[in-house]
Each structure stands twice: as structure tokens, then as C-alpha cells.
């Protein structure tokens, strides 16, 4: 491998070997072997495992969050992109498989409560992903009238636990299924007009 490997490699590969040993049990040597470089040489890229481990799980994160605003991106409807927004970000860990196995590992690196979150700035970008979103139907008189800052944080609340519940608790199935249920609840409400 080359000395000035293209970053992404390394943290597919880091992400790799963590999602197979979880951080404690994964080694530098493992995640050097799988990208047949030194060990050294990966000192190029990070200070330590810690560091590799943050650095390549803020990555996966961010890359989570790029394909949510990436698939948002394609409508200007405010109906359609919280439609939108709600079943790509779940679905996305059906896909990544890596990850969601990291996360297994690791439930802390999504916590419930912001005050212990490893993550906290990327985290809170996706809750401002979800207030632009509820803003902007606000103005465009699609949603009702609401703080957007407390009901974004709500959401997102209840997405985090609907993650923990889908990939990390194991009831993939049964949530799965119960999402659009729980995703109808949470557009229309629970009153008639």
C-alpha cells in the first residue's frame, strides 16, 4: 500500500475489523494486516486505536447522514422530504452492515441523551437536518405551527430509539415492520381534524 492511502480505505477497513472484534478485542495489527500495510505506516493516519476508532466511526456517521441529505435532496416538497428523510435514515443500516455490527458493539456511539454523546456535533447536525425540514413546512404552511427546535429534538429522540430498537436490541424484524405504523403515527398525529 501506498504511503498516502486514500483515507476512506483506511476507515472502511478500520470499520471493518471493529465490526468483527468490537474496539476492545480489535487490534492496529489487524486493521494494518487487512489494508497490507505496517503498522507504523497506519500511524500516519492516527494517533492510536482510540483515535482510529473515532475517526473512522465519525466518518461512517457522516456518511449516514450525507446519503439521508443526498436522497432529500431530490424533492423540494417539505411533506416529501420528512417522508423521505424518516425511511432512508433507517433504512440506511440495513445496508452498511459494518457499521450497524460497530454499533452493535458499541451502542454508545448513539446515545439516547446528548449530554454523554461521543458525537455530539454530527449528531446535532441531523437534528438541524430535521429542523430545516419541519421549518421549512412550517412556512410553506404544510405542517402546523410548532417549536421546530423542541419537536426536532423529539424526533430525533424517538429515531434514536427506534435505531437502538431496529439494529442494536435485535428486533429488526418487528420493528421493521412496525415502522411505517410508527412513522403514520408521528406525521398524522393521533386526532381527527
Not at 472502511?12 to 486493521?31: C, N
Not at 443500516?93 to 459494518?98: E, G, N, Y
Request: glycine content about 2%.
Amino acid at each position: 500500500m501506498k504511503k498516502k492511502e486514500n483515507i476512506e480505505t483506511i476507515y472502511e477497513a478500520a470499520l471493518a475489523v471493529f465490526a468483527k472484534f468490537g474496539f476492545r478485542k480489535a487490534t492496529l495489527e489487524d486493521i494494518a494486516q487487512r489494508l497490507q500495510m505496517t503498522k507504523s505506516n497506519l500511524y500516519l493516519y492516527a494517533e492510536n486505536k482510540k483515535d482510529l476508532y473515532q475517526k473512522a466511526v465519525a466518518w461512517a456517521l457522516l456518511r449516514w447522514q450525507l446519503r439521508v441529505r443526498e436522497a432529500m435532496d431530490q424533492t423540494t416538497d417539505a411533506k416529501q422530504k420528512f417522508t423521505v428523510m424518516c425511511f432512508k435514515a433507517v433504512e440506511y443500516l440495513s445496508q452498511d452492515k459494518a457499521f450497524r455490527q460497530v454499533l452493535i458493539h458499541d451502542p454508545d456511539i448513539f446515545p439516547m441523551f446528548p449530554l454523554t454523546d461521543p458525537f455530539h456535533e454530527i449528531n446535532r447536525n441531523s437534528v438541524l437536518m430535521i429542523k430545516s425540514v419541519l421549518s421549512q413546512g412550517i412556512q410553506q404552511g404544510q405542517f402546523r405551527p410548532m417549536d421546530p427546535d423542541k419537536a426536532a429534538e423529539i424526533i430525533f429522540l424517538i429515531y434514536k430509539m427506534l435505531i437502538i430498537r431496529t439494529y442494536i436490541k435485535t428486533e429488526e424484524k418487528q420493528i421493521q415492520e412496525a415502522f411505517p405504523e410508527t412513522f403514520d403515527l408521528l406525521a398524522h398525529g393521533l386526532f381527527l381534524e
